[in-house]
């Protein structure tokens, strides 16, 4: 696939398409599901760019996946369409268990700010938070979303959080 021009000009009064041409208001539910996933994704690459971590790539791929999904109306699937299951939220509880070994167990509250990894850390953590309460308003107004990726979105904000005392 080429992409040849960046703008196309069918946005400029407020509507976007879907995958599949469907067109919806940039207001729709769908859209600030995955818009909120695509921000914790560019949040997520920063964060891979301080650390190092080479498996917050496997996150990005994941979540790139997820917006996706979130932009395919329901019953419009597609050939070869990604999809999570229990496979994503096993490989995320390994990496926090693997982390969480190495840590002193918690003792009180941890404030964001011990350097600059474990801030940036905290605001995955925080954006991906936001994406799960918009993700379950979404849910809740007839947005199909998958238990699994509600629980692999509540798994990552976990991750995010273990990572930041790890840093």
Not at 34 to 62: M, P, R, W
Not at 74 to 90: A, F, L, Q, Y
Not at 100 to 109: A, G, I, Q
Not at 130 to 150: H, K, P, W, Y
Request: aromatic residues 8%.
């Amino acid at each position: 696939m080429r992409i040849s021009k960046v703008y196309t000009r069918t946005g400029d009064k407020g509507s976007t398409a879907l995958i599949g041409g469907e067109r919806v208001p940039k207001s729709h539910l769908r859209l600030e599901c995955y818009g909120t996933i695509d921000e914790l994704n560019a949040f997520t690459g920063k964060l891979k760019l301080l650390c190092k971590v080479s498996f917050l790539e496997n996150i990005q791929k994941t979540l790139s996946d997820i917006g996706a999904i979130l932009a395919t109306p329901s019953g419009k699937e597609w050939n070869n369409m990604p999809s999570i299951n229990e496979t994503h939220i096993k490989e995320l509880e390994n990496e926090i268990d693997k982390m969480n070994s190495e840590l002193e167990p918690l003792k009180s509250f941890t404030v964001p700010g011990e350097n600059e990894i474990n801030a940036e850390a905290h605001v995955c953590r925080t954006v991906c938070r936001r994406a799960e309460r918009v993700l379950c308003s979404a849910q809740a107004n007839g947005v199909a979303i998958s238990d699994f990726t509600m629980a692999y979105i509540n798994r990552l904000s976990d991750y995010f959080f273990v990572l930041s005392r790890y840093a």
